[in-house]
């Protein structure tokens, strides 16, 4: 898929941002504040319930006005009908990529290479809200005829970070008598801390893997099922307490789970941007169908946003090219997502893998090395836990962090007066990332504390805060499904815009490959002491080290 001729460096627009980066790095934001008393209505933009406050970034209009012209240069409005017309965009692995027509709740046909797929991801929502209603209402028992209580998800990566991070935020809205758990870690002691709470006569298991040969898995799944069998003795029990989700029918059969109860999904779904899919089914069980649905209705509105309105307007687009901007052209080498509100405390783990799997790569789509900085690194926590642990390095450190403020104006628990104080965190924040402390502030303060002379001199330094650090303050009401459904998609067309303007493949993953391909050959040379290891020296002492350690275990 070829691309420009001319290197994106070498483009006009990318010369002009990286001039005009030049005059304006100096220059101090506060100094705008004072002089723009509009900058807030001019640097601010909604959708979809979502406010999105970027005037404490180190923009002016002309810096805006580049970056929109940078992003008509790489044909952004091309790529993005393409992206929504079903190409084949993700060109390595030849597939469209439409998550998007898991939530078209318009039902307009969506074609993959002349074939509407709306009427298949219907039947399987369809199937889904069966199977929901089957588990929830106790008609679904499990093989000594109990009613359903507990869901494990066992799944990894796409497969597992988004369902738990949907469920972790909508706890509000879980139904009374199900309980989700999730595992994803090859290393056994999650899933048998998992088992440990849990009967097995009132547990089911759904296995999500979109290729249904990940080790991880698998390995986590056939665990799970000698637990079951040695509790409930009889093969037939797996029948009742294993469900699959999958785009691999052979292996799911292969497994042991009856085809009738695998929910399928499609090749165009990136594990990555699955939750929408039938991957959604633990998240399901847990609010109920309705609710998923709703999840699928507020990502539709950010779809339909990011379609249609202007890009001066356009959520995703702005967030894209200030990321564009932070990473290539100020070298910020991370990017750090802070929720005030403790349900999305997996948002940055999730938005981790969205990222940086989508857009940590070093070859543009001609296969040329890039000589530019693609994705930062993507961090976070929940605030207020952050506040009291890294955000030191984010006020005082040698590097620039920018930041996603993201809040609800109400929360959905009871202890109601909490949530102001949450929220005076959030704003104060944003308000010491942006002015900072200068000397004669910090002077005046240490005078009033009763220091002077060598003392206040000494100490000085140290109370002082650079400010002009940016950041992105997101708000909506609440964190409910809609707007849940909203925020992640909102952060999903962010990535297609930074990835089409870095001109990369924002939808292959061939970087985690080398590893998984070297951890088959390892685990082989380690079970088995009398084969030769040839790897780099160390890896070889590695190994050996393990296979010396494992010596006489059988006699302990
Ligand atoms: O190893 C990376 C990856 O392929 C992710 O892209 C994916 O989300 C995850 O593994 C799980 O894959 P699967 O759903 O096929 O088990």
């Known amino acids: 898929m070829t691309t420009s001729t ?32 509009e900058r807030f209505s001019q640097f601010s933009a909604s959708a979809c319930g979502i406010l999105l406050d970027y ?99 066992i799944g990894i990566g796409g497969s597992d970070l988004g369902p738990l991070m949907v469920t972790e935020a909508l706890r509000a809205d879980w139904l009374e008598h199900i309980r989700p758990h999730f595992v994803s870690n090859v290393d ?55 469900v699959a989700v999958s785009t691999n029918r052979e292996a799911v059969s292969a497994f042991g789970v009856d085809p009738a109860n695998m929910f399928e999904f499609w090749d165009w779904v990136g594990g990555r941007y699955s939750l929408w899919s039938s991957i959604g089914l633990s998240i399901a069980l847990t609010i109920g169908m309705d609710n998923f649905e709703v999840l699928l209705d507020g990502a539709h509105a950010m779809d339909r946003h990011f379609q249609e309105a202007e890009p001066e307007q356009n959520l995703p687009w702005i967030m894209g090219l200030l990321g564009v901007w932070y990473s290539s052209f100020f070298e910020a080498g991370s990017h750090a997502i802070l929720p005030y509100d403790q349900g999305l405390h997996r948002f940055p783990a999730y938005l981790q893998q969205a990222e940086m799997e989508s857009n940590g790569k070093c070859v543009d789509r001609d296969g040329n090395l890039v000589n530019y900085p693609t994705a930062p690194v993507i961090w976070g926590e929940s605030g207020t836990n952050g506040q009291h642990a890294f955000y030191q390095l984010i006020h005082q450190g040698t590097r620039l962090v920018p930041v996603d403020f993201i809040a609800p104006l109400q929360c959905r628990h009871g ?8 929220l005076a965190n959030v704003f104060a924040q944003g308000e010491a990332l942006l002015r900072g402390k200068n000397e004669a502030e910090a002077r005046t303060e240490l005078e009033a504390e009763g220091l002077s002379g060598e003392a206040l001199n000494a100490l000085l330094p140290h109370k002082l805060f650079p ?20 925020l992640i998609a909102l952060y999903e067309h962010k990535i297609f815009v930074q990835g089409i303007i870095w001109r ?49 275990m059988g006699d302990r």
């Open 55 to 153: 005037s404490k970034n180190r923009i002016t209009t002309e810096t805006m006005r580049l970056l929109f012209e940078l992003a008509a240069q790489e044909d952004v409005a091309g790529w993005r009908s393409r992206l929504f017309r079903g190409e084949k965009i993700n060109f390595t692995e030849r597939r469209a990529v439409l998550h998007s027509a898991l939530r078209n709740r318009s039902n307009h046909p969506v074609r993959v290479a002349g074939h509407d797929v709306m009427p298949e991801v219907n039947r399987v929502l369809d199937k889904m809200r069966h199977f929901c209603i089957k588990v929830q209402s106790g008609i679904w028992r499990g093989h000594t005829g109990e009613p359903i209580r507990d869901i494990v998800n």
């Open 415 to 422: 202890l109601t007066h909490h949530h102001p104080i949450l």
């Open 188 to 242: 056994g002691a999650q899933l048998a801390q998992t088992l440990a709470n849990l009967d097995p006569a009132r547990t089911l298991f759904v296995v999500s893997s979109k290729t249904f040969t990940t080790q991880e898995t698998l390995t986590n799944a056939h665990s799970a099922r000698d637990w079951l069998l040695q509790s409930l003795g009889d093969e037939g029990a797996v029948a009742s307490h294993f």
């Open 6 to 37: 001319q290197p994106l460096i070498a483009t006009p627009a990318w010369q002009a941002l990286k001039a005009h980066h030049q005059h304006l790095a100096p220059q101090r934001m506060c100094e705008w504040f004072d002089s723009e008393p």
């Open 467 to 486: 400010g002009n650090r940016p950041s992105n303050t997101l708000l909506f009401e609440r964190l409910d499904p809609f707007t849940l459904g909203a």
């Open 504 to 552: 990369i493949n924002s939808f292959d993953q061939w970087g985690v490959e080398l590893g998984k391909q070297l951890a088959k050959t390892i685990l082989a040379e380690m079970t088995d002491p009398d084969r030769p290891v040839r790897h780099d020296n160390s890896t070889n002492a590695l190994i050996d080290y393990y296979r010396n350690s494992q010596k006489g």
